[in-house]
């Protein structure tokens, strides 16, 4: 070696230091510096093992990568101090200690720049409560671990790469913490990242580690690691495993490209996943085992695997959440199986699934709501005896079989819908059982419901339409069903009382009721989009909002076998003509069906003629008559108050009024009436009788139309009669409503659909008379089609 090689520079004022010099060798040079001053060493390999018990800095002078520290045995480079080193190459090669150690409990070491390139056992190790800081580093280490953490040490690791070790990337033992930003673990013979021990904790941020030959990250002996933005692919074993009490939580991570399983827990371990990805897995995407252990999902997606095993596979007593999750692209989706092991999936996606989207097994058990599942093999399969769980608000659709259920399972289903089913919606055989209240079923190639073996499967409020085959098959007596419907049967005809002879003293079997002809009403939502669509009507639309939601809550409360308030469901609609009336009517009637309260939700409008005979006694056959076609939906009288004239003292309307009071108390739960008129004259009429105005829960009223609200119903018909309004045109359209007389006679919704049907004729007495018109001239409506008023009678034409 040269002479003065090393140059030490004194950093400090303190007037009790010597002064600076050139030493040659590194040991001479530290043991001539202060705490605070830098050594700067000229390029060249020093063959010392160098040992920094000071506050010192060390720095190459011609650059990083121009000195290399490279003993012939023994620890290259030993820190025990809050030195920093810059900029240096450390080689080694004993195979029995570290090439770089940072130890004792008062050591902060920091590396910057600096690349560890060795054979030796450990690349960089930090122990004894030690903390150390890599920044811009490169550890090669091919003959042993690239980094190791011990006995409560600490590391910071920022843009550093860990490459081509013999063993881990990073081993964080013994209560150690490591903190990795934007740093690159790869080409590992172990795995990637290792945590192990209680009280070990790694956090990785925008972290990639692949070209394992093992694990991405494993994690074991209740170690825990936090990965965020992290990207793990190409490894030969698991993107991550997690063992014996481990805890890892993944936020927008990607783990790929791997040939065994994305994630493999058991032994209690524990795994969360928020918005991270699971893709091309050659075993498995979750792989979750035995009692206590536990993974979580978050607004995650699996996906894209040709495996022949299930993408999710949780058993032997293990727990998996799936929230807002997005599954698609593969064999088989979801395994539940052994008793104990249970799957929690809410707002979950289902898509594109060669065979079984979820399968049940074992006794495990799934509570899966409003969750979809499409263009699968099989929906659900609840496969033995103990099988089972619940789907709450689930849609199945493009599946050969949507829900089977076999060999003694019992699932319970509710409100879930099944459609386009190639084969059966619902298929229950061997002694298969299940529950399902209202479900339904539609566009099915195959059977609805198709029951096989005398099953004892329970139908309620079921619901099968537009099946090739039969909405409801069973192969023989076993189904119990309640008050189902499908659109392949007809009515029954009705049964012959038993004889007395024939009763039995012993408790009967429960009997399944016929299957009832589907009615002609829409689900709930569709109903209240129209109502919800309709022009203005801001209050009526919260008054049967309101209504709707008791009634819903009502329901709920019998079913939770609480007491549910009794609900007048009869109405008294107020205010002039074309605000609406009929159209809410019908539209609450379709809505109460589809919630069970009706039957059927149809509309049968009245008015005074239609209810009133010319002689006695025909009133009340013409009354009885009308309430009968009313029966199981809404029976809407228009101008009620006719029925109870001021001065109809003899009047037979008082015999309608009657006779329709009795029908509503004697069958309050068949029939909705709904009576509308004038605001003042239905005052009128609720005092005609003592009996009619405790027979109606609440009055709704319509108010007219504003001017801008007539303009909106004009827009919506030249929409729907493909017309369209010149700008000026709405203008004038505008001024027009706003001076019209809002007399008795004013038509509201009617009055604006006269003014566009006359808008329509001038329009084609106009166009008629152009030689050639243009597409937009047979379509556009100007200023000059408005409706011209006449004077002083305000008549328009």
Sequence with gaps: MGEHRVRVTQDSASRWRRRAGEYETLAEAIAAAEPGDTLTLRAGTYRENVALDKAVVLRPADGPGSV????????????????????????????SVPAVLVTGPDTAA??????????????????????????GCTVLNPSGLGVRLRSGASLLAEDTELASSAQAGLAVLEGATARLANCRVHHAGGAGVLLAEQGSTAELTGCEIYEIRGSGVQAESQATGRLTDCEIHRVTGNGLTLDTGAELTLTGCRVHDLPENAADLRRGSRLRLEQSTLQDFGRGALSVWEPGTRAEAVASEIHSSSSDFPAVWVCAGAELTLTDCSLHDLRDALSVLDQGSRVTAKD???????????????????????????????????????????????EISEVSTGVIVTKGADPEVSDCTVRGAAEAAVYVFAQGRGSFTDCRVSHGKGFGFYVLDGCRTALTRCRAEQNEQAGFE?????????????????????????????????????????????????????????????????????????????????????????????????????????????????????????????????LVEVARVDLVGEHIGSTAIRTQAAFDRARGGVLFIDEAYALAPEDGARDFGREAIDTLVKLMEDHRDEVVVIVAGYTVEMERFLSANPGVSSRFSRTVTFPDYSAAELLEIARSQCAEHEYALAGATEGALLEHFAGLERGPGFGNGRTARQVFETMVERHAMRVAHLTDPSTEELQLLVPADLPVPLPRSGVTI
């Design 68 to 95: 290399r520290i490279n003993p012939s045995s023994g620890v290259p480079l030993t820190v025990t101090a809050d030195a920093q080193v810059h900029g240096l190459v450390i080689e080694g090669g004993d195979s």
């Design 110 to 135: 920091e590396l910057a720049g600096c690349r560890v390139e060795t054979r030796a056992a450990v690349g960089v190790e930090v122990t004894d409560r030690a903390a150390a800081v890599l920044r």
């Design 348 to 394: 979950c996606s289902f898509s594109r699934i060669g065979s079984s989207a979820v399968s049940v097994s074992g006794g495990a058990t799934v509570a899966l709501a409003d969750c979809r599942i499409q263009e699968a093999g099989t929906g659900l399969w609840f496969r033995d005896h103990g099988s089972g769980g619940t789907l709450t608000g689930c």
């Design 474 to 602: 069973f192969s023989e007596p076993g189904p119990v069903t309640e008050g189902c419907i499908s659109d392949d049967v007809a009515p029954a005809a009705p049964e012959l009382p038993t004889p007395r002879t024939a009763q039995l003293t012993t408790a009967a079997a429960p009997v399944a009721t016929p299957i009832a002809p589907i009615p002609d009403y829409r689900p709930a939502d569709e109903a209240l989009a129209e109502l919800e669509s309709l022009i203005g009507l801001a209050t009526v639309k919260q008054e049967v909002r309101t209504l709707i939601d008791l009634i819903s809550v009502g329901r709920r409360r019998r079913e939770a076998g609480l007491k549910a308030p009794s609900l007048r469901r009869h109405l008294v609609f107020t205010g002039s003509p074309g605000t609406g009336k009929t159209t809410v009517a019908r539209l609450y009637g379709e809505i109460l069906a589809s919630l069970g309260v009706l039957q059927q939700g149809h």
